[in-house]
């Protein structure tokens, strides 16, 4: 399991911050930041511990089990930001 971000996601790098995996990407510094749409979560480096949730002005972070049904593609747009 992985935490899942979709596209209200702002940018604003606050669960990349808290994120004790760094597993949130890209952040400003790296490449692809400027076009990138939204953040994204490597479903691999992601322990499911939680803490991005809460810091999250948008609510635009979930776990997958409290994903709705109509956001269930954004587990595959967040993994294959890092399948590349
Ligand atoms: S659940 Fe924890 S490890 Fe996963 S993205 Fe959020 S802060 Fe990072
Ligand atoms: S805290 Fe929310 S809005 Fe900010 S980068 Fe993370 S998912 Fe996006």
């Given amino acids: 399991m992985a ?4 596209d209200t ?4 790098l606050l669960c990349a911050d808290i994120c004790p ?6 952040k400003k510094d790296e490449p692809g930041f ?4 939204q953040l994204f979560v490597d ?3 992601c322990i499911d511990c939680g803490a991005c949730v ?14 709705a049904e109509g956001f269930k593609q954004f587990i595959d747009i967040n ?3 890092y399948a590349n």
């Fill in 21 to 26: 995996t760094d597993c949130v990407h890209p």
């Fill in 34 to 37: 400027e076009e990138a749409k």
């Fill in 43 to 45: 479903p691999v480096g």
């Fill in 3 to 6: 935490y899942v971000i979709i």
């Fill in 54 to 67: 809460p810091v999250c002005k948008s609510d635009s972070i979930y776990a997958l089990d409290d994903l």
């Fill in 79 to 81: 993994a294959k930001y």
């Fill in 9 to 12: 996601c702002t940018k604003d």
